[in-house]
């Protein structure tokens, strides 16, 4: 099912988001909507808080690469990058953001399976920016400080 994204000032996207303990019955049905909400046009990735739901969960399509990952962690990033990004969350937004360039993730899936992903370019972007929304963090965060308060001024 395609879930509405929550919106930039939903307490929920300032969350760190809980691991999950155990694929059940949930688990599986929050995987299943991250993946066909992420499955629209113009989207690289969607959290699990952005849908509403407060676990360490995460999908992305990049290039026709559609997948996803349960309790994901940074194991390594290199390289740097700096390109536009923008936030299903912060809509109709896009700001120049530095980033590593080729990252490693690894996870879980609904098999309890150890799954690593390695992306550079886009594919790495995407992977960081939902790691950070799954820690609280949006991509405006990485702003410099005057850029910042511009963006949150505006919000308001």
């Avoid at 155990?22 to 969607?46: N, Y």
């Avoid at 999908?59 to 990058?81: F, H, K």
């Avoid at 995407?126 to 963006?151: C, F, K, M, N, T």
């Amino acid at each position: 099912m395609i879930r509405e994204i929550r919106p930039f000032g939903d307490p929920i996207l300032r969350t760190t988001c809980d691991p999950v303990r155990g694929i059940t019955p949930g688990t599986r049905s929050v995987v299943r909507d991250l993946l066909d909400t992420v499955d629209q046009p113009g989207r690289a990735g969607v959290a699990a808080n952005q849908i509403g739901v407060g676990l360490r969960i995460f999908s992305y399509l990049v290039d026709g690469d559609l997948g996803y990952l349960i309790n994901p962690e940074l194991v390594s990033a290199t390289g740097e990058q700096s390109g536009p990004e923008g936030c299903l969350s912060v809509p109709g937004h896009s700001f120049e953001v530095t980033r590593p360039d080729r990252v490693e993730v690894t996870g879980i899936d609904l098999d309890g399976a150890p799954v690593t992903v390695v992306g550079t370019g886009l594919l790495a972007r995407a992977l960081l920016h939902e790691l950070d929304h799954l820690d609280g963090r949006l991509y405006i965060d990485l702003l410099p400080g005057s850029r910042r308060r511009e963006v949150l001024r505006a919000f308001r």
